[in-house]
């Protein structure tokens, strides 16, 4: 099993920063894949970016390309998402997620464990 924590959500104006923590423990060794999806409120679970365990290889949305920035810290078993240039359609319950094995990356379904979400409002 693997416990994920997430921090960082908070109220920020739109053309704001914002950076996201998620905390891996437990069996972090078999984690391949971690990614961050989002949840606005009346809308289904949307795939936000997404980083290979080893190796680094990113994936993002195309609505976050040039503004967000998903890494990760091997040693304290933790992935960053920096958010940059917020928007209002930011707005949203961000999750962390991770799996040990991946087809697609931006599919929540690939994903077998996850985090209790952070809030993130971006106002205008």
């Known amino acids: 099993q693997v416990q994920l924590v997430e921090s960082g959500g908070g109220l920020v104006q739109a053309g704001g920063s914002l950076r996201l923590s998620c905390a891996a423990s437990g069996r972090t060794f078999g984690i391949y894949v971690m990614g961050w999806f989002r949840q606005a409120p009346g809308k289904e679970r949307e795939f936000v970016a997404a980083i290979r365990w080893s190796g680094g290889t990113t994936y993002y949305a195309d609505s976050v390309k040039g503004r967000f920035t998903i890494s990760r810290d091997n040693a304290k078993n933790t992935v960053y998402l920096q958010m940059n240039s917020l928007k209002p359609e930011d707005t949203a319950v961000y999750y962390c997620?991770?799996?040990?094995?991946?087809?697609?990356?931006?599919?929540?379904?690939?994903?077998?464990?996850w985090g209790q979400g952070t809030e993130v409002t971006v106002s205008s």
């Open positions: 997620a991770a799996t040990e094995a991946l087809v697609s990356a931006n599919l929540a379904r690939e994903y077998d464990y």
